[in-house]
């Protein structure tokens, strides 16, 4: 069983940057494709990036391209997004999960990341 526990959320001003970190129990955290989504106040959780098992491919939500960069470490069951020139309307919970055959089946329990303006 894979168990996520995020970390690196804070308070940042518009233009900042944070670096989110995931980090994986279990010994089949490398079979994952990965994941972050984020929730703000009020609105549905929606999905910012990913990445493959291998780390050879990655993806992102149109609002964070060229901001947010995903990665991994396989060797350290970690998962990081840093997170680039901010915005206030990036303020939300944070939360990654892991995919194993096309479902998004193992989530942490987020970290709040708040952007001032």
């Known amino acids: 069983q894979v168990q996520l526990v995020e970390s690196g959320g804070g308070l940042v001003q518009a233009g900042g940057s944070l670096r989110l970190s995931c980090a994986a129990s279990?010994?089949?955290?490398?079979?994952?494709?990965m994941g972050w989504f984020r929730q703000a106040p009020g609105k549905d959780r929606e999905f910012v990036a990913r990445?493959?098992?291998?780390?050879?491919?990655?993806s992102y939500a149109d609002s964070v391209k060229g901001r947010f960069t995903i990665s991994r470490d396989n060797a350290k069951n970690t998962v990081y997004l840093q997170m680039n020139s901010l915005k206030p309307e990036d303020t939300a919970v944070y939360y990654c999960a892991g995919n194993l055959v096309s479902s998004w089946s193992k989530w942490g329990q987020g970290t709040q990341v708040t952007v001032s303006s």
């Open positions: 990445i493959s098992w291998s780390g050879g491919s990655t």
């Open positions: 279990g010994r089949t955290f490398s079979r994952y494709d």
